[in-house]
Nanobody, 126 residues
Framework: QVQLFESGGGLVQAGESLRLTCTTA????????LGWVRQAPGKEREFLGA????????LYGDSVQGRFTVSRDSYQNAVFLQIDRLRPDDTAVYYC???????????????????WGQGTQVTVSS
């Protein structure tokens, strides 16, 4: 069983940067994909980006405008989401998500991910 734990959320000012961390418990192998999804109040879940545990470039959602960077550190068993130039409309609960992917395929549909963390709240004030 894989468990995901997010950290790093909080209240930030518009224009600042933030890095969220997702750590894993349980066994994850090179065929595992980890990523980030957010959900703002009253909106649908939005895929932000994901990366294969085996390496390679991350894949980002269509709505991501270059302010988001997904990276991983296999030594720490962690995946990160860097958000730059935060805006008030980035206010949301940010979830770490994961799925087994023997073909290392990364999906941009949140429902394709089987494992979810509890989420971390990010609030951006103007």
């Amino acid at each position: 069983q894989v468990q995901l734990f997010e950290s790093g959320g909080g209240l930030v000012q518009a224009g600042e940067s933030l890095r969220l961390t997702c750590t894993t418990a349980g066994e994850t192998f090179n065929t595992f994909v980890l990523g980030w999804v957010r959900q703002a109040p009253g909106k649908e879940r939005e895929f932000l980006g994901a990366i294969s545990w085996s390496g390679g470039s991350p894949l980002y959602g269509d709505s991501v405008q270059g302010r988001f960077t997904v990276s991983r550190d296999s030594y720490q068993n962690a995946v990160f989401l860097q958000i730059d130039r935060l805006r008030p409309d980035d206010t949301a609960v940010y979830y770490c998500v994961g799925r087994w992917a023997p073909d290392n395929m990364i999906f941009t549909t949140p429902q394709k991910y089987d494992y979810w963390g509890q989420g971390t709240q990010v609030t951006v004030s103007s």
